[in-house]
């Protein structure tokens, strides 16, 4: 089974910019999430979704959006960059359902820098 | 909403020694406790994960245990090697329909030979 996919690998982006970023779950797995890593705060959880719904969501601005389209893959926005957005950003994907969360597996993530 | 902490921060042993990583959560309704661990430029990787109605789960060199009433549990590795050396990280799940994973700020584990 192919695992999680994250595209791109690398980004690099000037202040007020938007990004899209992509991420293909493993085969079967309907629930995505995603995570914003830095070396000061660790992972932290961006959103969830399972069957094209948000049904969770962390506390970062409203210039963080994403979506996922009906073969479970997902794309994550962010608009009008700042300097503080610089980060891997990871998804992860489980099987969903009230299993959602549980044995969730990462992609390689997107390097993003803005500059 | 859920609060993960992890300590030690970082951690250094000698190879074949035993070494232990503690965390905490606040939401008494969490249900899953997973561990990652994150080697230098890779991705996070599921090593080992627990529920709720478990004290202690165990895969060869690692084991996690679960203290619900204290709202702790603990990764432990014994025997450890050099490929041991990582970033691990704990994590909690919400109870109900809160399906987020609250992770840890992570342990820098160095096992030197």
């Known amino acids: 089974k192919a695992g999680v996919t994250q595209t791109p690998r690398y980004l690099i982006k000037t202040r007020g910019q938007q990004v899209t970023l992509s991420c293909s779950p493993i085969?079967?797995?309907?629930?995505v999430s995603w995570y914003q890593q830095t070396p000061g705060q660790g992972l932290q959880f961006l959103f969830e979704?399972?069957?094209?719904?948000?049904?969770n969501k962390g506390n970062f601005p409203g210039r963080f959006s994403g979506r996922q389209f009906s073969n479970s893959r997902s794309e994550m926005n962010v608009s009008t960059l700042e300097l503080g957005d610089s980060a891997l950003y990871l998804c992860?994907?489980?099987?969903?359902?009230?299993?959602?969360?549980?044995?969730?597996?990462f992609g390689a993530g997107t390097r993003l820098s803005v500059l | 909403g859920e609060n993960v902490e992890q300590h030690p921060s970082t951690l250094s042993v000698q190879e074949g020694d035993s070494a232990v990583i503690k965390c905490t959560y606040s939401?008494?309704?969490?249900?899953?406790f997973p561990w990652y661990k994150q080697e230098l430029g890779k991705r996070p990787q599921l090593i080992i994960d627990?529920?709720?109605?478990?004290g202690e789960k165990k895969d060869q060199r690692i084991a996690v245990t679960l203290n619900k009433t204290a709202k702790h549990f603990s990764l432990h590795i014994t025997e450890t090697q050099p490929e041991d050396s990582a970033v691990y990280f704990c994590?909690?799940?919400?109870?109900?329909?809160?399906?987020?994973?609250?992770f840890g700020k992570g342990t820098l584990l160095t096992v030197n030979p």
């Open positions: 992860a994907s489980s099987l969903g359902g009230s299993r959602a969360g549980r044995g969730q597996y």
């Open positions: 085969s079967g797995h309907r629930s």
């Open positions: 979704y399972f069957s094209e719904t948000q049904r």
């Open positions: 939401d008494s309704a969490s249900n899953y």
């Open positions: 627990i529920r709720s109605n478990v």
């Open positions: 994590a909690a799940r919400g109870g109900g329909s809160n399906y987020k994973l609250t």
